[in-house]
């Protein structure tokens, strides 16, 4: 197993405690002072290990995509079709696990510091082409290339309206909910013959039923919480 340095532990402890005050407090809310009540250090820990609560942000969001892309890597380990790779990105980008009001709430209120911080719009744009590349070559199988890239912009767009929607309070919605959201608009850029909607319905069912156990197991959540 590959050790990690305690200053790489005590970094990933101060992202998490960040984004645990920016769910509390809101990103105006979230001070220096604040991130260390919650990782029970004092303010000049934090400032020893982040010169400032810009580092710190950018951090969390290094942090929050890297903890999606784990979820999508751990849901591949197990989908052996296009379908349900497909479905592994969609399951991943909804699960319980990074999906609920709190977490959508603080993403909404981080969202606002990107065009602020040249760091953390790298990392955005990053962790958006993720999403693209990984969505375009499944989508491959089901349409020709032109198509698949159009789609998956699309699919893109609207992962994240309704995660905006989510953690704007505009609607109560629930990762159930979510992907059924997403299955709609999906279903209408695929082909949707009956063939098709059995496979993606079995492709569906299937993931899901894997990553309640998988995302939703002791280990991937201390994972979670501290990688």
């Given at each position: 197993?590959?050790?990690?340095?305690i200053s790489a532990i005590?970094?990933?402890?101060?992202?998490?405690?960040?984004?645990?005050?920016?769910?509390?407090?809101?990103?105006?809310?979230?001070?220096?002072?604040?991130?260390?009540?919650?990782?029970?250090?004092?303010?000049?820990?934090?400032?020893?290990?982040?010169?400032?609560?810009?580092?710190?942000?950018?951090?969390?969001?290094?942090?929050?995509?890297?903890?999606?892309?784990?979820?999508?890597?751990?849901?591949?380990?197990?989908?052996?079709?296009?379908?349900?790779?497909?479905?592994?990105?969609?399951?991943?980008?909804?699960?319980?696990?990074?999906?609920?009001?709190?977490?959508?709430?603080?993403?909404?209120?981080?969202?606002?510091?990107?065009p602020h911080n040249t760091?953390?719009?790298?990392?955005?744009?990053?962790?958006?082409?993720?999403?693209?590349?990984?969505?375009?070559?499944?989508?491959?199988?089901?349409?020709?290339?032109?198509?698949?890239?159009?789609?998956?912009?699309?699919?893109?767009?609207?992962?994240?309206?309704?995660?905006?929607?989510?953690?704007?309070?505009?609607?109560?919605?629930?990762?159930?909910?979510?992907?059924?959201?997403?299955?709609?608009?999906?279903?209408?850029?695929?082909?949707?013959?009956?063939?098709?909607?059995?496979?993606?319905?079995?492709?569906?069912?299937?993931?899901?039923?894997?990553?309640?156990?998988?995302?939703?197991?002791?280990?991937?959540?201390?994972?979670?919480?501290?990688?």
């Open positions: 197993m590959k050790s990690r340095s005590r970094r990933s402890e101060l992202s998490r405690a960040t984004f645990e005050a920016v769910v509390r407090y809101g990103l105006r809310g979230t001070t220096l002072e604040k991130v260390g009540e919650i990782a029970g250090v004092s303010k000049g820990v934090v400032l020893h290990h982040f010169k400032d609560k810009s580092n710190l942000l950018e951090a969390v969001f290094r942090r929050s995509n890297n903890l999606l892309s784990d979820c999508v890597v751990e849901l591949y380990r197990y989908a052996e079709t296009p379908y349900e790779r497909l479905w592994a990105i969609i399951v991943a980008n909804f699960h319980e696990t990074i999906f609920n009001s709190g977490v959508c709430q603080a993403w909404v209120s981080l969202l606002g510091e990107v760091q953390c719009q790298r990392i955005q744009i990053a962790n958006n082409a993720r999403i693209q590349n990984n969505l375009v070559h499944e989508l491959k199988h089901l349409l020709d290339d032109e198509e698949a890239k159009r789609a998956a912009r699309h699919l893109g767009i609207i992962i994240d309206g309704i995660w905006s929607r989510t953690g704007s309070r505009v609607e109560a919605v629930d990762s159930v909910k979510a992907i059924s959201d997403l299955e709609f608009a999906l279903m209408r850029l695929v082909p949707n013959d009956p063939e098709s909607v059995r496979k993606h319905k079995d492709a569906r069912t299937k993931i899901e039923s894997i990553a309640r156990i998988a995302l939703g197991s002791k280990a991937f959540q201390e994972k979670a919480l501290f990688e």
